[in-house]
């Protein structure tokens, strides 16, 4: 048991040195971006006197994040293997819904959106996929385009 | 307080009127199929489900928002005690000991008890929600920029830290969601403040966008190709829901002290439902005379989590309501649907809007109500809906959440802006950040800048004025405290484990009495 919690913490740990890092640099950014705007004084504070502060304590929790994290553990631990399909194909299926959306219509749209994003799950076959694609787009007409009348054209061209 | 009793009898004209009871019930129905579903908890089911309100009165609205946010708490706890899935995390600690009841074929009767400790600790939350209310409006307004300032600070600050996992991360996301409230139009100087030379980001960033994103998105590029299929061949009966005496017996202390915990956690700002549940169940296994039951299948252990966490989501509503305040992230989300509808949160509600107020107090009860005869035949439909494969479910989550967004302001930009925070919040999650703060510190952060800028602009520039005045100083002291306690503990904690490096560099020692010493 404490093996595997050893390996445990010592993912985290190396995760924290990230974490760590990415909070210090949305800090600094922050702050940066902030120091253009005007500043002002307490009294009569411009707009970049929030930005400031909030972006100094970001970066302060970052440093104490990565003085958490210590060094860099030498091994690394079990490692999750990244999910390239299912994480592509979400991706995807957001940015074909908001082209063929804006192309296409909503029943495309609609049928893009849930066809991509089944096809990203290694289950589901290229059949179950077009079948649930199929009802979804079923849904999409009789609920937002009829029943409640959404701003969106069933079909568009161009 | 007779007046408040006055006031509640006409709450319940209001709730009890044809439309709002349907929308109530369509809220109570739907919050409880969401939280069902895996994956989905009441964060999602509000935000989705939200643009559906906007062509609603302002009453309805709301009663059905509330409605899917404690049907979408009775559902979670179906899933976690049926099939060990902790549907959302506040649930995670009723698993431990009710999927061994499942396995032991008491699942019936587990169920049968949490909506027993539900249906009493919302009661209780919601009584203390018609004494107090009136009480917390007579105080508020003695509220001016400084206090509201302080009693945010202390939200966020409790929000943060008392969330799960490191409280540096906590404040540190909290800080994200100041940020990302930022975004936009600067009220005072007009100055356009990281919009990145985007003009659809003139105006600010869409809640329902930055919701979605972070619990819906985030969560299936988290969980795509990994969520582990869910087998069970439980039976739930109807007969074998009702619990004996002995077993009634059994949970009533428990289910007291559960919605004792809850009520506490509730007044308080920032504290997030996990960590209450969490703190429910451990009092529970250190008051209990034989602890090792615990993780076995007590009923004390299903009873004491699910009544906190009910009570605490009533409880919740008072600081939502009377100062604007959320106590946590879906309250922040019912605080933006507030806002949507042009209704100001905050001591004036209560004499304003009445009846909203009331009404609103009176669907918790019919709501409540509404719950326990629903899900008693309908159990078995749930335990059908368990089984929905994910392959399935997520494709079609997709599907509502593009449209979702999209109809808040007919926008596709911001069906982008969902695509970005779910990338986003993946990759913290993946860091092991927790995302909840994010949210909360998005809707305060314009009022914390707003009521800060004030406070100072009336004291010309003089910090002192946080602690001069009487109840700002209460709440600064109380945020003092919880960094002191925070500080204590990482010192006491990183002196533990460089005691412990030392002792492992050495190999001489067992290191397992100073880390029994360091983490009880």
Same mark, same amino acid.
């Given at each position: 048991?404490?093996?595997?919690?050893?390996?445990?913490?010592?993912?985290?740990?190396?995760l924290?040195?990230?974490?760590?890092?990415l909070?210090?640099?949305?800090?600094?950014?922050s702050i940066?971006r902030?120091?253009e705007?005007?500043?002002?004084?307490?009294?009569?504070?411009?707009?970049?006197y929030?930005?400031?502060g909030?972006g100094?304590?970001l970066?302060?929790?970052?440093v104490?994040t990565?003085?958490?994290?210590?060094?860099?553990?030498?091994?690394?631990?079990?490692?999750?293997t990244?999910?390239w399909?299912? @994480?592509?194909?979400?991706?995807?299926?957001?940015?074909?819904?908001?082209?063929?959306?804006?192309f296409?219509?909503?029943?495309?749209?609609t049928?893009?959106?849930?066809?991509?994003?089944?096809?990203?799950?290694?289950?589901?076959?290229?059949?179950?996929?077009?079948?649930?694609?199929?009802?979804?787009?079923?849904?999409?007409?009789?609920?937002?385009?009829?029943?409640?009348?959404?701003?969106?054209?069933?079909?568009? @061209?161009? | 307080?007779?007046?408040?009793?006055?006031d509640?009898?006409?709450?319940?004209?209001v709730?009890?009127?044809?439309?709002?009871?349907? @929308?109530s019930?369509?809220?109570?129905?739907?919050?409880?199929?969401?939280?069902?579903?895996?994956?989905?908890?009441?964060?999602?089911?509000?935000?989705?489900?939200?643009?559906l309100?906007?062509?609603?009165h302002?009453?309805?609205?709301?009663?059905?928002?509330?409605?899917?946010?404690?049907?979408?708490?009775?559902?979670?706890?179906?899933?976690?005690?049926?099939?060990?899935l902790?549907?959302?995390?506040?649930?995670a600690?009723t698993?431990l000991?009710?999927?061994?009841?499942t396995?032991?074929?008491?699942g019936?009767?587990?169920?049968?008890?949490?909506?027993m400790?539900?249906?009493?600790?919302a009661?209780?939350?919601?009584?203390?929600?018609?004494?107090?209310s009136?009480?917390?409006v007579s105080?508020a307004f003695?509220?001016?920029?400084?206090?509201?300032f302080?009693?945010?600070?202390?939200?966020l600050?409790?929000?943060?830290?008392m969330s799960?996992g490191?409280?540096?991360?906590?404040v540190?996301?909290t800080?994200?969601?100041?940020?990302?409230?930022?975004?936009?139009?600067d009220?005072?100087?007009?100055?356009?403040?990281?919009?990145?030379?985007?003009?659809?980001?003139?105006?600010?960033?869409?809640?329902?966008?930055?919701?979605?994103?972070?619990?819906?998105?985030?969560d299936?590029?988290h969980?795509?190709?990994?969520?582990?299929?869910a087998?069970?061949?439980?039976?739930?009966?109807?007969?074998?829901?009702?619990p004996?005496?002995?077993?009634?017996k059994?949970?009533f202390?428990?289910?007291?002290?559960?919605?004792?915990?809850g009520?506490l956690?509730?007044?308080?700002?920032?504290?997030?439902?996990?960590?209450?549940t969490?703190?429910?169940?451990?009092?529970?296994?250190?008051?209990?005379?034989?602890?090792?039951?615990?993780?076995q299948?007590?009923?004390a252990g299903?009873?004491?989590?699910e009544?906190s966490?009910?009570?605490?989501?009533?409880?919740?509503?008072?600081?939502?309501?009377?100062?604007?305040?959320?106590g946590?992230?879906?309250?922040?989300?019912?605080?933006?649907?507030?806002?949507?509808?042009?209704?100001?949160?905050?001591?004036?509600?209560?004499?304003?809007?009445?009846?909203?107020?009331?009404?609103?107090?009176?669907?918790?009860?019919?709501g409540?109500?509404l719950?326990?005869?629903?899900?008693?035949?309908?159990?078995?439909?749930?335990?059908?809906?368990?089984?929905v494969?994910?392959?399935l479910?997520y494709?079609?989550?997709?599907?509502?959440i593009?449209?979702?967004?999209?109809?808040t302001?007919?926008?596709?930009?911001?069906?982008?802006?969902?695509?970005?925070f779910?990338?986003?919040?993946?990759?913290?999650?993946?860091?092991?950040f927790?995302?909840?703060?994010i949210?909360?510190?998005y809707?305060l952060?314009?009022?914390?800048?707003?009521n800060?800028r004030?406070?100072?602009?009336?004291?010309s520039g003089?910090?002192?004025?946080?602690?001069?005045?009487?109840?700002?100083?209460?709440f600064?002291?109380?945020?003092?405290?919880?960094?002191?306690?925070?500080?204590?503990?990482?010192?006491?904690?990183?002196?533990?484990?460089?005691?412990?490096?030392?002792?492992?560099?050495q190999?001489?020692?067992?290191?397992?009495?100073s880390?029994?010493?360091?983490?009880?």
């Open positions: 048991m404490s093996a595997e919690a050893d390996g445990e913490k010592g993912v985290s740990r190396s924290d040195y990230y974490g760590g890092v909070m210090v640099v949305t800090g600094l950014g940066w902030g120091l705007y005007h500043m002002g004084t307490l009294t009569q504070m411009g707009a970049g929030f930005p400031v909030v100094s304590v970066a302060l929790m970052g104490s990565l003085i958490g994290a210590g060094r860099l553990p030498t091994s690394t631990g079990k490692k999750s990244p999910e399909r299912g @994480w592509s194909c979400i991706v995807l299926a957001l940015v074909a819904f908001v082209l063929v959306g804006r296409g219509g909503l029943a495309p749209a049928f893009a959106v849930t066809f991509i994003a089944a096809i990203g799950d290694r289950k589901n076959s290229f059949r179950s996929s077009l079948l649930l694609s199929i009802v979804m787009v079923a849904v999409s007409v009789v609920v937002f385009w009829w029943a409640l009348q959404m701003q969106f054209p069933l079909f568009r @061209w161009g | 307080m007779e007046q408040s009793l006055i509640l009898w006409h709450g319940f004209g709730a009890l009127a044809p439309q709002n009871l349907m @929308w019930f369509v809220g109570v129905l739907i919050g409880n199929l969401i939280g069902v579903l895996p994956g989905m908890g009441a964060l999602s089911a509000i935000s989705i489900l939200l643009p309100t906007y062509s609603l302002a009453v309805p609205a709301i009663l059905m928002l509330a409605g899917i946010f404690y049907g979408s708490q009775y559902g979670g706890a179906i899933g976690a005690i049926l099939l060990n902790p549907t959302h995390p506040p649930h600690v698993c000991d009710g999927y061994p009841l396995r032991r074929g008491k019936g009767t587990a169920l049968g008890i949490t909506m400790a539900s249906f009493f600790a009661s209780f939350g919601i009584l203390v929600m018609i004494f107090a009136p009480l917390l105080v003695k509220f001016g920029p400084a206090e509201l302080s009693i945010m600070l202390l939200g600050l409790a929000g943060g830290t799960r490191s409280p540096t991360k906590g540190a996301m800080c994200l969601g100041l940020l990302a409230g930022i975004v936009g139009t009220v005072n100087s007009g100055t356009m403040r990281f919009t990145f030379g985007l003009v659809e980001l003139s105006d600010h960033l869409e809640l329902v966008a930055l919701a979605l994103g972070l619990f819906g998105i985030a299936f590029l969980n795509v190709n990994r969520a582990q299929p087998v069970s061949s439980v039976e739930v009966r109807l007969r074998d829901m009702a004996s005496k002995a077993e009634v059994e949970a202390w428990p289910m007291v002290r559960g919605t004792l915990v009520t956690f509730g007044a308080m700002p920032g504290t997030g439902p996990t960590i209450t969490f703190i429910a169940y451990a009092l529970e296994k250190r008051v209990s005379k034989n602890p090792e039951r615990f993780g299948g007590a009923l299903v009873a004491s989590p009544a966490s009910h009570s605490k989501t009533q409880v919740d509503f008072i600081p939502t309501m009377t100062l604007g305040i959320p946590d992230a879906v309250m922040a989300l019912l605080l933006g649907a507030l806002l949507i509808q042009g209704i100001q949160p905050g001591p004036q509600l209560i004499t304003e809007h009445a009846d909203l107020f009331w009404g609103l107090i009176a669907s918790f009860w019919v409540n109500i719950l326990v005869i629903l899900n008693v035949p309908l159990i078995g439909v749930w335990v059908k809906i368990l089984r494969p994910y392959r479910m494709p079609a989550a997709m599907f509502f593009a449209i979702g967004v999209y109809s302001n007919n926008s596709l930009f911001e069906v982008g802006e969902v695509l970005v779910g990338i986003i919040g993946a990759i913290l999650i993946a860091l092991k927790p995302v909840a703060p949210l909360l510190g809707v952060g314009p009022n914390v800048e707003e800060f004030r406070a100072l602009t009336i004291s003089n910090i002192s004025i946080f602690v001069s005045r009487p109840i700002s100083a209460v600064i002291s109380l945020c003092a405290l919880l960094v002191a306690a925070q500080l204590s503990l990482w010192i006491k904690r990183t002196l533990g484990a460089a005691r412990k490096g030392r002792a492992r560099d190999s001489t020692i067992n290191d397992g009495a880390r029994d010493a360091i983490d009880p």
